[in-house]
């Protein structure tokens, strides 16, 4: 009864003669254990898409289902947006935000330790998260003394240590060669499959489009859903 389901969702900004219709009547499922693909021009709604899926940004109509909970029907079903966010989203961004001062484990390890994950606990996890990610050998370094591929791959790391029914990833692999950005789709596939995770992959990355079984394009805030081609990983 995991994944999430979104129904005839549309996003506008502003009002009158300025607004934008960013969003048109979307529909969009994503099965637990599944990974998809979304792709689209500069502007086509990919950013509003995964506002209005994290419920960073409140859509202007439509319907979201997260599990068995509908969250979202013409207005927030769920009080607690903050709650939903920490506990059942998992964020992973094009950026990193790493936080300067704690080092490589404590980074990945912290939302874990903010959800009240015992310490050492939550360091374990950490570890092994760093390590299925090829990063284990910077676990003790700060994010400043990481090379842009290697901070990427914490705040995958960080994204992941939660196990959240839900992870969306804002171009993950833009800044990953070819091995480790296939990598990266292969953790995520098995994170998916492992804890019934739904994962919703923004990418314009030619080097990882080819893996996706299933994804959606999106232009002028209207999506369309296409086969892929489902490439194995390794
Ligand atoms: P993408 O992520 O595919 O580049 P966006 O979701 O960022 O697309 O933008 C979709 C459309 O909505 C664009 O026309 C963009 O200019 C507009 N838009 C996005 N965010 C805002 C905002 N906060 N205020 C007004 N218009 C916005
Ligand atoms: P990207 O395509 O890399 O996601 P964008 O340029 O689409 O980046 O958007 C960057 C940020 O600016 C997003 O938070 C988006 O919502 C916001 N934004 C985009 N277009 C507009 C706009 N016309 N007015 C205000 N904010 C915008």
């Given at each position: 009864a995991g994944g999430i389901r979104i129904k005839a969702l549309s996003k506008r900004y502003g009002q009158g003669e300025t607004a934008v219709q960013a969003l048109r009547q979307v529909d969009l499922q994503v099965a637990a254990g599944e990974v998809v693909g979304l792709i689209g021009p500069s502007g086509s709604g990919k950013s509003t898409l995964l506002k209005c899926l994290g419920a960073v940004i409140e859509p202007s109509s439509g319907r979201m289902v997260l599990g068995d909970d509908c969250i979202y029907d013409n207005g927030w079903r769920v009080r607690d947006l903050r709650a939903l966010r920490r506990d059942r989203i998992g964020f992973v961004f094009q950026a990193p935000y790493l936080i300067p001062f704690l080092d490589v484990c404590d980074n990945v390890a912290l939302?874990?330790?903010?959800?009240?994950?015992?310490?050492?606990?939550?360091?374990?996890?950490?570890?092994?998260?760093?390590?299925?990610?090829?990063?284990?050998?910077?676990?003790?370094?700060?994010?400043?003394?990481?090379s842009g591929g290697e901070q990427q791959r914490v705040a995958i790391a960080r994204g992941l240590i939660n196990q959240p029914p839900v992870i969306l990833a804002d171009e993950p692999t833009a800044p990953l060669d070819s091995e480790r950005a296939l990598a990266v789709i292969a953790i995520l596939n098995n994170m998916a499959q492992q804890f019934e995770t739904a994962v919703i992959v923004v990418t314009h990355d030619e080097k990882i489009i080819p893996t996706f079984r299933r994804l959606y394009q999106i232009r002028d805030g209207q999506t369309r859903e296409t086969a892929g081609e489902g490439r194995p990983l390794g």
């Open positions: 939302p874990a330790m903010l959800a009240g994950t015992a310490n050492a606990v939550a360091r374990r996890r950490a570890g092994e998260l760093l390590e299925a990610l090829d990063v284990q050998h910077r676990a003790r370094a700060l994010p400043a003394q990481l």
